[in-house]
C-alpha cells in the first residue's frame, strides 16, 4: 500500500494530540500521591539506600531509562528484571531501599509476584502504574499514577500514550528531586564526565577564552590608530581597555565601534584617544565560570566579543563568539 503523505501527517499529528491529551491529563491529575512518592525517594536518597525499577515489556524500557535519569542527577538507581530477581538478582536488593515497579494495567504477573519478594527485603513498593485499583497498586505501599484517556494505537494494542506519559510522569518526579536536593552544574558534570554533554558542562571560561598574544590589551590612553594596530597584530575584532589605576577594565573598542567612528568624525578619529569611542562598563565574565555561562550572555545580548576578568576586574583574556562552535559549546 503506497504511503499517501496527506494521510501520513494527518495520523502523526492525530498520535502526537493523543499523546499530548495523556501527558495533560496526567498532569492535571497530580496529587498528594505524587509529593508522597517525592518524599519517599528523598528519604531513601539521604539515608544512602537505592532506588530499584523493575517492569516487564515497553515498561521495562522505561524503567531502565528513568533509572538513567535518577542516576545522572546523583540518586543511586539500578534496574532488576523481574523474571531474573526470582532466581538470584534478589542479591542487590537491601533493607530500606524504595522500588518503583512499573505496570500500565497494575496487573502484570512477573511483577506481581515480585511484590512480595521485595517486602521480605524491608523494601518499600511504589506502584508506578495507570489502574490505580489494581493488584499491584492495591498490595503497594505508595501509588504514582500516570492517566491514558485512550492510546495512540489505532487497533488500541501498542502502547503508545501509556509509555509517554509513564516516562513524562517519571522525568517530572526526577526533576522536582533535582531541583529539591540543590544539584548544581558542577554536581551534574560529575556523574556526565564523558561525551559532549560533560566537555560543555566541565569547560571553564579560562579553557576557553584567548590570552597572551590573542588578547588585544592596551590602555585607554592609546589614540584609536594604536588601538587598531594591537587588534590588528592579535588578530581580534576588539581590545580591552585598561584605566592607568591598577590596570582595571575601562572600557572595550570593537571594529563596529571603529567603523561608526570614521563615519561620524572621519581621517581624523585615528589620532583621537580610543577612550573617546569606546564602550564603557562591557559585558564580562569571570574567568572562573562555566562555558555555558559566556554563552548565555552571548544569547542574551546578541555581542560577538567577551571580555574575561579576573577578581579584581583586570582583563585576563577574551572569548571571542565565533570560537564557540569550535569548542562545541552550541
Not at 151 to 164: D, H, Y
Not at 181 to 208: E, M
Not at 300 to 320: E, F, M, S, T
Request: aromatic share 4%; proline share 4%.
Amino acid at each position: 500500500m503506497a504511503l499517501n503523505s496527506k494521510t501520513a501527517l494527518a495520523r502523526a499529528r492525530a498520535c502526537l494530540n493523543i499523546e499530548t491529551a495523556a501527558i495533560r491529563a496526567t498532569s492535571r491529575g497530580l496529587d498528594a500521591s505524587f509529593v508522597a512518592v517525592a518524599s519517599a525517594i528523598e528519604d531513601a536518597a539521604s539515608r544512602g539506600q537505592r532506588l530499584i525499577f523493575s517492569g516487564v515489556g515497553k515498561s521495562a524500557h522505561i524503567a531502565q531509562k528513568l533509572c538513567g535519569t535518577f542516576n545522572s542527577t546523583g540518586i543511586s538507581s539500578c534496574f532488576l528484571d523481574p523474571t531474573q530477581a526470582l532466581h538470584g538478582d534478589l542479591g542487590l536488593v537491601e533493607n530500606g531501599d524504595l522500588a518503583l515497579l512499573l505496570s500500565n494495567s497494575g496487573q502484570s504477573e512477573e511483577i506481581i509476584r515480585l511484590v512480595p519478594c521485595l517486602k521480605r527485603f524491608g523494601v518499600r513498593i511504589v506502584a508506578f502504574t495507570s489502574t490505580p485499583d489494581s493488584e499491584l497498586a492495591r498490595n503497594a505501599d505508595l501509588q504514582l499514577i500516570y492517566h491514558v484517556p485512550r492510546e495512540a494505537c489505532p487497533l488500541a494494542l501498542a502502547p503508545t500514550a501509556s509509555t509517554t506519559a509513564a516516562l513524562a510522569l517519571g522525568d517530572a518526579l526526577a526533576m522536582v528531586l533535582l531541583e529539591a536536593r540543590g544539584l548544581t552544574r558542577d554536581d551534574f558534570a560529575r556523574f556526565h564526565p564523558a561525551g559532549n554533554l560533560g566537555r560543555v558542562l566541565l569547560l571553564r571560561v579560562r579553557d576557553i577564552m584567548r590570552t597572551g598574544e590573542r588578547l588585544a590589551l592596551a590602555p585607554d590612553s592609546v589614540s584609536v590608530q594604536d588601538a587598531i594596530l594591537a587588534m590588528t597584530k592579535a588578530k581580534s575584532g576588539s581590545i580591552a581597555l585598561t584605566s592607568a589605576r591598577g590596570g582595571r577594565l575601562s572600557g572595550i573598542l570593537t571594529d563596529g565601534d571603529v567603523r561608526r567612528a570614521a563615519l561620524s568624525t572621519g581621517p581624523a578619529f585615528l589620532t583621537s584617544p580610543v577612550a573617546q569611542f569606546m564602550t564603557r562598563r562591557p559585558k564580562t565574565i569571570r574567568d572562573t565560570a562555566l562555558g555555558v555561562d559566556a554563552l548565555r550572555l552571548f544569547e542574551a545580548h546578541k555581542i560577538d566579543d567577551l571580555i574575561v576578568v579576573d577578581g579584581r576586574n583586570r582583563p585576563v583574556g577574551l572569548v571571542d563568539g565565533q570560537d564557540l562552535p569550535k569548542l562545541k559549546i552550541v
